[in-house]
């Protein structure tokens, strides 16, 4: 059985991103667990000999997350999940956000995080959101973020970005080999060189390792040159209408600026595709 952690803010952004992992892990046993992190970035005191009185924070922040955890619970009921492989459990917790998840995670066994991500609506705003772009590079966990306007629909065409710079251990790609398979997707394999240098003897290594890896799943491999990285990926995901997008984290780094733009007219890039990101365990 899987272990998926759903954090939640209460925002229908955050609901879509339920949404989408109910119907994302639909034939699969699951146990989802639904948090809310009440965060003390919020209600810390400015003056340190303060303390928070445990009374308020029950009554002001702890019952009031649980109640809509709960009424969280009876609206994904809606939804008509599969009731023999799912089974739904609440948690709230108060502290930072970051040190509540890693804590979860290993409390609970987590196997994948699924979050929602914010579209870009002003010009300091960036794709992923500050906590799913924290999760995503601060947190050593499968995770699946999944745009405010994204619909689910089985995935068949999926891109797996690579600077083929194979530093981490081929495992950490099993969770992509089990997703190409469960829906019998095509997986395209895409480096962007930004010259037109030939590939170092190095790097067709690796992508010799890459195909053996994947051997006996639908793949090809797809060698693009641009001097904007973003660009050509831009392209590549319209015009073989990707469903979903694969990334290494320690890729992070190389790809962060199709991510993690701050200026409007380049954050429309891919909002309503899913970006699941691989991380080596502990």
Not at 251 to 277: A, G, M
């Amino acid at each position: 059985m899987k272990n998926v952690l759903l954090p939640t803010d209460f925002s229908e952004n955050s609901w879509n991103a339920i949404k989408y992992a109910i119907h994302f892990f639909n034939a699969i046993e699951c146990g989802f667990y639904l948090l809310h992190v009440n965060s003390l970035n919020n209600f810390i005191p400015q003056d340190e000999t303060l303390t928070i009185d445990s009374y308020y924070l029950e009554n002001t922040y702890i019952k009031p997350a649980k109640q809509r955890l709960r009424s969280f619970v009876k609206r994904i009921s809606k939804l008509k999940p599969n009731k023999d492989k799912h089974k739904f459990f609440v948690l709230t917790e108060t502290g930072f956000f970051i040190d509540s998840i890693r804590r979860i995670i290993k409390e609970k066994e987590i196997d994948f995080i699924v979050m929602g991500t914010k579209g870009a609506s002003g010009l300091n705003e960036i794709i992923l959101g500050t906590n799913t772009a924290d999760v995503i590079t601060k947190v050593k966990c499968t995770t699946l973020a999944v745009p405010e306007n994204a619909e689910f629909v089985p995935p068949k065409e999926i891109a797996f970005p690579s600077d083929l710079n194979l530093t981490y251990n081929l495992d950490i790609l099993h969770p992509l080999l089990d997703i190409v398979e469960h829906f019998k997707a095509f997986l395209r394999i895409l480096h962007i060189n930004k010259n037109k240098a030939h590939l170092e003897e190095e790097l067709n290594q690796n992508i010799t390792l890459l195909k053996d890896y994947f051997t006996g799943i639908k793949s090809s491999f797809h060698y693009l040159t641009n001097k904007k990285v973003e660009d050509a990926v831009q392209c590549f995901v319209e015009s073989r209408d990707v469903d979903l997008i694969c990334m290494v984290a320690k890729n992070l780094n190389y790809f962060q600026q199709i991510f993690f733009h701050s200026r409007v007219e380049k954050v429309s890039y891919h909002t309503d595709k899913p970006l699941l990101v691989l991380h080596e365990k502990n």
